[in-house]
């Protein structure tokens, strides 16, 4: 059985004012910090693509985090290490294991937003 987690503190923070916010190319991710919770927003714009505008910040040939997340908007392409693709789009929820590159697909910017590893995600 699960152990429910329980939280002590009550909160709420907007995305429009983040505790942090990263800007690599075409990228912005948004951080908000509640008690115990690092939350992100991520917005790639078209044309991002992890290997070309990730990757020269954290210096891995493929990402190396988790991801938990919802899309809100637009649609990103995962090709998984062992060459798995799959396509996210809008009001989808997903998961995202290690060893993988991303891309924005079309001309609609992708908007999702991250609860697992928001606050290692484009860090140095």
């Not at 690599?24 to 951080?31: A, G, L, N, S, Y």
């Not at 078209?46 to 919802?70: E, M």
């Not at 060459?83 to 992708?110: L, M, Q």
């Amino acid at each position: 059985m699960v152990t429910p987690v329980a939280v002590s503190n009550f909160e709420s923070k907007s995305h429009s004012s983040p505790d942090e916010v990263r800007t690599p190319d075409k990228t912005r991710v948004e951080i908000v910090r509640l008690e115990g919770f690092t939350i992100g927003r991520f917005t790639f714009e078209p044309g991002w693509r992890w290997s070309n505008c990730i990757k020269p910040v954290v210096k891995t040939d493929q990402c190396q985090l988790s991801h938990v997340g919802y899309a809100i908007s637009g649609r990103l392409t995962v090709r998984l290490k062992d060459g798995t693709n799959k396509t996210i789009g809008a009001g989808e929820s997903y998961t995202i294991p290690p060893g993988h590159d991303a891309w924005v697909e079309g001309n609609e910017r992708f908007i999702g937003i991250e609860v697992m590893t928001a606050d290692q995600y484009a860090k140095p």
